[in-house]
């Protein structure tokens, strides 16, 4: 069983920035997918960032040129390095990691953009 923990959510005043870490309990970056989810309240959650095996990334359109997701492959940690935050942003970010048959969640960090 994989577990995936999140840190670095917080309260950030509109164009800020947060850096959202991500840090599985064993290697798997050469076999999972790993992304960035997000739910906003009453809303689904949606992918928003996602580097694949190869190392390729995809992005939401509205956190294009604005979030940058990264992995580092010797600390099993991934992460989304989100700037110039808007309030619509606001939501709960969870990690994810995928390979199909398995699928994996961290337990949520609250993002908040208001000023």
């Known amino acids: 069983q994989v577990q995936l923990v999140e840190s670095g959510g917080g309260l950030v005043q509109p164009g800020g920035s947060l850096r959202l870490s991500c840090a599985a309990s064993?290697?798997?970056?050469?076999?999972?997918?790993m992304g960035w989810y997000r739910q906003a309240p009453g809303k689904q959650r949606e992918l928003v960032a996602v580097?694949?095996?190869?190392?390729?990334?995809n992005y939401l359109d509205s956190v294009k040129g604005r979030f940058t997701i990264s992995r580092d492959n010797a600390k099993n940690t991934v992460y989304l390095q989100m700037n110039s935050l808007k309030p619509e942003d606001t939501a709960v970010y969870y990690c994810?990691?995928?390979?199909?048959?398995?699928?994996?969640w961290g337990q949520g960090t609250q993002v908040t953009v208001s000023s």
């Open positions: 994810n990691a995928d390979r199909g048959r398995d699928v994996y």
């Open positions: 064993e290697s798997i970056f050469s076999i999972y997918a």
């Open positions: 580097t694949t095996t190869g190392g390729s990334t």
